[in-house]
């Protein structure tokens, strides 16, 4: 749980990590279902549409203005983000 | 100008425009008023918008859908104060049909729910009950259009997310074929399955509103073009068309006697309007479509989501520890607990060593599902079923038992793992609240379902108005 929280990118409180144990073992037990299922000949389907290399024209356009680009930002320096040091 | 906006059609409001007996300022005015007096109960909006920018009739989005200058969270805290750059292409096709924004209405954080409860802004309450939800994730959508707070309203549907909440609020919902509806400025959660879908009085409504949004658009490479133009449809017959009633949709374990029975009835009117009726089946879709579900959303909602890192816009909370600190301590105070549930779900599913037996399986599973289907497709026109197994249910119900809450979707899930369109009339009343009548077809068969449904929508002649209300 802890690792998968760390991968997730998510600092849970030890109340959080309690009960997502305990919902996330129910779920994990339902959706494993798709296990009993031999489907080894079955190729597997990643998007509904059969859609292969949508091909556009290299035509240069405007970009977006940097103060656009940055008028959600917490913080802003400079037109950078500015985050804490690592 | 005093308007029954519960009853008035989006087809009947344009030709209010059109002939000159109301003005678009009008209009939004008095949908503003009916908010006025009625949202403080519904919650159906989280904002609304005071100025009419059209020359049409009034539109509420989806909260999740991009609209220029003005706020979009997707019911989440991690976005709260976000003013979009730019608009989301269906909002950019709604405004060069004349149409004005409304408002933007509430839904589960991030799409994820099937009740509204899971808004970081508080729930949205059913019209026809406000002790009970109005489904979701297109809660406030649906509850504005049957509340006559708006004459038409745009939503999304991931697992069922138009279909469901269209059902319990007694409204049309369609969720249209992947792929032909932009998604170019929609807040992403699963992005295989996500499709905007139009949230109507009627079936022509539906039609209409499908026709303003629908197409390809080169900001989204998934998108095609529409392979007939849309057709508003007039046939009131069924002569021709041939339903298949699948029996593992229509005999799942939970599917309410109230339902079931006026469900019946409208399989009962297919036949008496001309159509041929015969039993199908779709052996393993009903039985492994959660699951398969349930894997494939939550993997790609954790990859979509990972982009909420306190870093270019929305929620940021640091300590005094570094960048790292801040992107855990920012996606744990920003998100609510079924965002994070299928975050870690998700992130689980794509991490080393499960990847195969669980995302990999789940896509083979998808296969099948799509399978199945084209096999049924090859005997009848068009699927029937209930759109939600129950009417629906109480606020709170279902919060504690997020797999409880996962079942509504139960019969909406299957055709949509296959890319297919599915719409949802109300077919009438169980114990005073509304039956939703799910009609699935191939893909690209909009035009059909349109016409199936407003044939039976014209012989079941439901009362849009919710009881109470009336």
């Not at chain 1, 849970?12 to 959706?31: P, Y």
């Not at chain 2, 008095?30 to 006025?36: F, K, P, R, V």
């Not at chain 2, 965002?339 to 080393?352: D, E």
Request: aromatic share 6%; charged share 25%; net charge negative.
């Amino acid at each position: 749980m802890l690792h998968v929280a760390k991968l997730a990118r998510l600092e849970l409180t030890d109340e959080e990590v309690e009960r997502f144990t305990e919902q996330l073992s129910a779920i994990l037990e339902a959706v494993a279902k798709v296990s009993e299922l031999d489907l080894a000949a079955v190729e597997p389907t990643a998007h509904p549409l059969d859609l292969v290399n949508v091909w556009a024209p290299d035509e240069p356009r405007p970009s977006l203005p940097v103060d656009d680009a940055l008028a959600n930002a917490p913080e802003r320096e400079a037109g950078f983000f500015k985050v804490p040091p690592a | 100008m005093s308007l029954d906006t519960f009853r008035l059609t989006a087809e009947d409001a344009i030709g209010l425009v059109e002939r000159g007996e109301a003005s678009a300022a009008e209009l939004h005015g008095a949908y503003l008023e009916a908010i006025g007096e009625r949202d403080d109960e519904l919650h159906a909006y989280l904002r609304t918008v005071d100025e009419a920018d059209g020359t049409s009739i009034p539109i509420a989005f989806k909260d999740l859908i991009s609209t220029r200058g003005v706020e979009t969270t997707a019911g989440s805290k991690i976005l709260a104060g976000y003013v979009p750059i730019y608009d989301a292409t269906v909002a950019t096709r709604c405004r060069e049909a004349g149409l004005t924004l409304l408002g933007k209405t509430n839904m589960d954080e991030f799409a994820m729910g099937s009740s509204t409860e899971n808004s970081a802004y508080g729930p949205t309450r059913n019209p026809w009950d406000p002790d009970r939800v109005p489904g979701g994730s297109s809660g406030g959508s649906a509850a504005a259009v049957a509340g006559g707070l708006a004459p038409w309203a745009l939503g999304s549907d991931t697992g069922g997310s138009v279909k469901q909440p269209a059902s319990l609020c007694g409204i049309v919902g369609l969720r249209p074929t992947y792929g032909t509806v932009s998604r170019y400025g929609i807040v992403a959660f699963a992005s295989s399955l996500d499709q905007i879908g139009p949230m109507t009085k009627t079936v022509r409504d539906c039609a209409l509103l499908y026709r303003i949004v629908a197409g390809r658009d080169r900001c989204d490479t998934t998108t095609v073009e529409l392979p007939q133009p849309v057709e508003i449809p007039e046939r009131e017959d069924l002569k021709g068309v041939r339903v298949g009633v699948p029996a593992e949709l229509n005999e799942v374990e939970g599917i309410a006697p109230g339902v079931k029975a006026q469900v019946d009835r409208a399989i009962e009117l297919c036949r008496e309007l001309g159509a041929e009726v015969g039993e199908t089946s779709l052996p393993r879709s009903v039985d492994y479509g959660l699951a398969c579900y349930y894997l494939i959303a939550p993997s790609e909602a954790s990859s979509n989501l990972a982009r909420y890192d306190g870093v270019r816009y929305g929620l940021r909370v640091t300590g005094d520890d570094g960048v790292r600190a801040m992107y855990d301590r920012t996606r744990d105070a920003g998100f609510g607990d079924e965002p994070k549930r299928r975050i870690m779900l998700g992130t689980y599913a794509l991490s080393s060593g499960y990847y195969e037996a669980y995302y990999g399986q789940a896509q083979r599973v998808r296969t099948l599902i799509a399978q199945e289907h084209a096999a049924a497709f090859e005997d009848f026109d068009v699927l029937v079923s209930p759109t939600s197994p129950t009417v629906a249910f109480e606020l709170g119900e279902k919060t504690a038992n997020p797999l409880a809450m996962y079942l509504s979707d139960v019969l909406t899930i299957p055709s949509n793992m296959a890319g297919l369109p599915g719409l949802s009339i109300p077919c009438g009343l169980s114990d005073g609240l509304p039956v939703g009548f799910q009609l699935i077809g191939p893909q690209f068969s909009e035009n059909l379902l349109f016409h199936v449904g407003h044939a039976l929508e014209r012989a079941i002649g439901f009362d849009l108005v919710p009881g109470r209300l009336a």
